[in-house]
């Protein structure tokens, strides 16, 4: 079993950056892919950004550019580095880890707010 744990979230205003951590725990050495998602208030979870493994990142088309998604193997945790933040990125955002049995770990997420 993997856990996974964030932090990082908080207030911040439009333009500001923000970076958030995900540490893993637990049997971490069968993580495959890891990456972050979010929901916003009324919305579905939606995928922000992965990696896997191997280093091989993907972006939602919203965060390109903006978001860059990096992990240490070593050290077992992941970071989602968030520059020009805008309104609509408010979401809490979780982490998730899929070990390479196709098990899913989720955390229990951090809020992120962009608001003047």
């Known amino acids: 079993q993997v856990q996974v744990v964030e932090s990082g979230g908080g207030l911040v205003q439009p333009g500001g950056s923000l970076r958030l951590s995900c540490a893993a725990s637990?049997?971490?050495?069968?993580?495959?892919?890891m990456g972050w998602y979010r929901q916003g208030a009324g919305k579905q979870r939606e995928m922000v950004a992965t990696v896997t493994d191997g280093g091989i990142t993907n972006y939602a088309d919203s965060v390109k550019g903006r978001f860059t998604i990096s992990r240490d193997n070593v050290k077992n945790t992941m970071d989602l580095h968030m520059i020009s933040l805008k309104p609509e990125d408010t979401a809490v955002y979780y982490c998730?880890?899929?070990?390479?049995?196709?098990?899913?770990?989720w955390g229990q997420g951090t809020q992120v707010t962009v608001s003047s």
């Open positions: 637990g049997n971490s050495f069968s993580i495959g892919s």
């Open positions: 998730k880890a899929v070990t390479l049995t196709m098990v899913v770990s």
